[in-house]
T-cell receptor, first 111, second 113 residues
Framework: SQQGEEDPQALSIQEGENATMNCSYKTSINNLQWYRQNSGRGLVHLILIRSNEREKHSGRLRVTLDTSKKSSSLLITASRAADTASYFCASMNSGYSTLTFGKGTMLLVSP | DGGITQSPKYLFRKEGQNVTLSCEQNLNHDAMYWYRQDPGQGLRLIYYSQIVNDFQKGDIAEGYSVSREKKESFPLTVTSAQKNPTAFYLC????????????FGDGTRLSIL
């Protein structure tokens, strides 16, 4: 069943602005992963953060994890038009070995 | 370049037909997965395989079947028992099952004629 829920469902910003997407989940996790999907394409893995980590960076991406609130956020700094895509969080629940995906956030970055 | 190849990109099915979606990977990954994506929805797991000759049902396995005879290949058959097969199907693989990132193919869009 779907567990992760992203917020907002859609986000529209200008190039150069920062974009923040949030994800909530319901049970304890081993890790949480963020993926990007361009229209009509497959998903691309962005970052994996483990349950004992609080923050992770990769280039312009910053992911935080708050296990006490069962939430994670993805920050894209200095956004570009090429960042336009849907972004999904996926949780690997404790005791399980497969991912549960949220419904995603659609990000539109205008030039 | 290593990756996952799904074919065909578009597939049409008549009522009562079975169709098979192909997924091949050259990443030497042990684990492979099939997901279904409906408009505005996240991915739902259909089947997954940890290793050759082994596979398990996911959350929505009814009306689907798979095989894993070779490490590189994990075909998905959408049977006539699947009453609402129109969707975008995504295949993925990971080095092993568990705490690993998944690599995705570019999907097959299945429609009913």
């Amino acid at each position: 069943s779907q567990q992760g829920e992203e917020d907002p469902q859609a986000l529209s910003i200008q190039e150069g602005e920062n974009a923040t997407m949030n994800c909530s989940y319901k049970t304890s996790i081993n890790n949480l992963q963020w993926y990007r999907q361009n229209s009509g394409r497959g998903l691309v893995h962005l970052i994996l953060i483990r349950s004992n980590e609080r923050e992770k960076h990769s280039g312009r991406l910053r992911v935080t994890l708050d296990t006490s609130k069962k939430s994670s956020s993805l920050l894209i700094t200095a956004s570009r038009a090429a960042d336009t895509a849907s972004y999904f969080c996926a949780s690997m629940n404790s005791g399980y070995s497969t991912l549960t995906f949220g419904k995603g956030t659609m990000l539109l970055v205008s030039p | 370049d290593g990756g996952i190849t799904q074919s065909p990109k578009y597939l049409f099915r008549k009522e009562g037909q079975n169709v098979t979606l192909s997924c091949e990977q050259n990443l030497n990954h042990d684990a492979m997965y099939w997901y279904r994506q409906d408009p505005g929805q996240g991915l739902r797991l259909i089947y997954y395989s940890q290793i050759v000759n082994d596979f398990q049902k996911g959350d929505i396995a009814e009306g689907y079947s798979v095989s894993r005879e070779k490490k590189e290949s994990f075909p998905l058959t959408v049977t006539s028992a699947q009453k609402n097969p129109t969707a975008f199907y995504l295949c993925a693989s990971s080095r092993e099952i568990g705490n690993q990132p998944q690599h995705f193919g570019d999907g097959t869009r299945l429609s009913i004629l």
